[in-house]
């Protein structure tokens, strides 16, 4: 897609200069049809032919899902194992989410394994299991795609807005909560 968005700006745009929204239509369209079955390709796949040339069957894509189980990750993730140390107040940081491990465990390193059966993570210190609980932000039960798309998009906004807070905390920068 970069490829394509520079050729479409240098080959299209910037050559024609359409002024109107309905020029801009007319000449994506002209474009789209000299990019995808006249102009040759470079790359390798295509073998200095246009795409639809070369392509001229594109693969069938499987339809998106009606319904999706937004948990469904935490199976391939069974048995992995993260280090993490305690802090003075014995907790652990595990994705965005603190777990309390036990004050004794203050300072020292724990593994949390993830159980991907029963949505929990085991705690563990010297070879000893500490402790199990269950993991923070699942949701617990399948999604609608739409109403799957809407929750990724929230937690993707709320990631950024965090991520900027950070920076602007890290530059002395005061923000508002």
Not at 106 to 118: C, N, T
Not at 135 to 161: D, P, T, V
Request: charged fraction near 30%; glycine fraction near 10%; proline fraction near 4%.
């Amino acid at each position: 897609m970069e490829r394509y968005n520079g050729s479409f700006g240098r080959e299209c745009l910037a050559a024609l200069q359409p002024q109107t929204l309905a020029q801009v239509r007319e000449v994506t369209a002209q474009y789209r049809q000299h990019y995808n079955y006249e102009r040759p390709h470079q790359g390798l796949s295509c073998g200095n032919k246009p795409p639809r040339v070369a392509f001229a069957e594109l693969p069938v894509l499987k339809s998106l899902p009606l319904i999706v189980n937004p948990d469904g990750w935490i199976k391939s993730c069974h048995g992995l194992r993260y280090l993490r140390k305690a802090d003075h107040k014995g907790t652990v940081r595990v994705d965005k989410h603190h777990y309390y491990v036990g004050k004794e465990l203050a300072g020292k390193y724990v593994q949390a394994e993830v159980d991907g059966v029963q949505g929990q993570l085991v705690f563990w210190n010297e070879q000893r299991e500490v402790k199990r609980v269950a993991i923070k932000g699942l949701i617990g039960q399948e999604l609608g795609y739409e109403e799957f798309l809407k929750l990724r998009l929230k937690e993707a906004k709320s990631e950024r807005r965090l991520a900027g807070m950070r920076t602007r905390a890290r530059q002395g920068i005061a923000f508002d909560s």
